[in-house]
């Protein structure tokens, strides 16, 4: 009987089962329209922004008037003849602005640009999204899901135009302070000329300062990747300020050595590692290229240039060993070129003996003029690649330390302590 007692107790009769399932009544009646809240809130935070904005420009129009608007004053010296309205795009959405119309007297705000109708930070994220890689069309669509205004590809290219003098400013800046390490790379792209589609190449210069940090030295169109373009380009760096150059890397492009020789007689010359290694697979059937490849990367691999020579003379046996004689006359003849940053401190060198830290920038660069496809000129492609370096420049990129420089002051006063001695 005392079981019976205790299962009766614990069990829920059937009446307390469905009160427990039953719905709430005011499980209905308590709903929140999430969509419709977002929109009232819309709303009303583009009617505060409209309101102020217009009490703004009010006030504004009363001072030159010398009256409040309706106002009795002797002071007087205008009245209103009604307002006009303007369109703007905000952040947060159209606004209509009532500008006042004095009868007299001009009035210009100092709210609101003549002819603006776009909010500054509406433009400034256009520019923003246009320069991070976005195409022309995209950006239409992105500017009128965010602020429900359209920005069309005529829209942006008027903001490219109005940039044009900051980025102008900021490829010709005096170069601050020296910088050890500069890497040197051109870039192809497509250029409209006389009716025909060419190549046109923009020479870009990236440098190591003396904290460490990576700078965006310099960008310049060069019409080939050739001599000319070369001393065009190191004069152009020159003449702004860049000093203190102890190494370049860079491919070996026609005439590079030459100018580097001519501008830059003290500082050395890395050929990129990798760059080398394309060169000498071009002797090299492709069923062999991985097996010369692994070769190739045992030289660089060397604790010092002596071990490096001899390991290059053991790889070049065996390239003749295998029937590749011009692969290995190849390296026999170019690869001392790629020993210059065995003269550097060993935490540097693996940093300093390919050009990899420029060679991503350019893939972003790439990425991004592939949307263009052929540019209406030079000055059009040269904008747009600024433009992108600069934005590059702007994030963690520039921000990040790459190298720990002094280590290279401490090789430098040891090496001036040993001649002193």
Not at 144 to 162: D, F, I, P
Not at 170 to 180: D, K, M, Q, T, V
Not at 294 to 309: G, Q, V
Request: proline share 3%; aromatic share 8%.
């Amino acid at each position: 009987m005392h079981d019976d007692m205790t299962t009766s107790a614990t069990t829920p009769t059937v009446a307390e089962a469905l009160r427990r399932h039953r719905p709430s009544p005011w499980a209905r009646v308590i709903q929140i329209d999430q969509e419709l809240v977002r929109k009232h809130l819309d709303s009303v935070v583009c009617s505060t922004v409209e309101e102020t904005l217009n009490a703004l420009l009010d006030a504004e129009a009363d001072q030159p008037c010398k009256a409040k608007r309706y106002e009795h004053s002797p002071d007087r010296v205008d009245t209103r003849a009604g307002h006009y309205e303007r369109q703007l795009h905000t952040k947060a959405g159209e606004v209509t602005l009532k500008m006042p119309k004095p009868r007299k007297l001009p009035f210009d705000t100092a709210i609101l640009e003549r002819y603006r109708r776009r909010e500054s930070s509406v433009e400034e994220a256009m520019l923003e999204i246009y320069y991070a890689g976005v195409s022309m069309r995209r950006v239409e669509d992105i500017t009128e899901a965010l602020w429900g205004t359209c920005g069309s590809a005529s829209t942006v290219s008027e903001l490219n135009q109005k940039i044009a003098g900051q980025i102008e400013q900021w490829r010709n800046a005096p170069i601050e302070g020296e910088h050890a390490y500069v890497f040197l790379d051109g870039i192809w792209l497509k250029r409209s000329w006389g009716g025909e589609v060419k190549n046109v190449s923009v020479l870009v210069a990236v440098g190591v300062n003396q904290d460490g940090f990576r700078e965006v030295l310099g960008v310049a169109e060069g019409t080939k990747e050739d001599k000319a373009s070369w001393q065009r380009f190191l004069r152009y760096l020159k003449n702004r300020g860049l000093k203190g150059v102890r190494i370049f890397v860079g491919d070996r492009c026609l005439g590079l050595v030459e100018s580097l020789a001519e501008f830059y007689p003290e500082a050395a010359f890395q050929r990129c590692v990798v760059h080398f290694y394309r060169n000498v697979w071009s002797y090299v059937p492709a069923t062999k290229v991985r097996t010369v490849a692994s070769m190739l990367k045992a030289i660089h691999a060397s604790e010092d240039r002596e071990a490096a020579r001899t390991k290059v003379k053991q790889v070049a046996e065996k390239l003749i060993e295998m029937k590749l004689a011009a692969a290995a006359d190849f390296l026999a003849k170019n690869v001392e070129e790629t020993f210059s940053y065995y003269d550097f401190p060993c935490e540097h060198q693996r940093s300093i003996r390919t050009n990899n830290p420029l060679e991503r920038i350019m893939r972003e660069i790439r990425r991004r003029t592939r949307v263009v496809g052929a540019f209406p000129d030079g000055n059009s492609a040269l904008l747009l690649v600024s433009a992108k370096l600069c934005h590059i420049a702007g994030k963690t990129w520039g921000a990040k330390r790459y190298l720990d420089m002094s280590r290279l002051q401490q090789q430098i006063q040891s090496a001036s302590g040993a001649e002193s001695a």
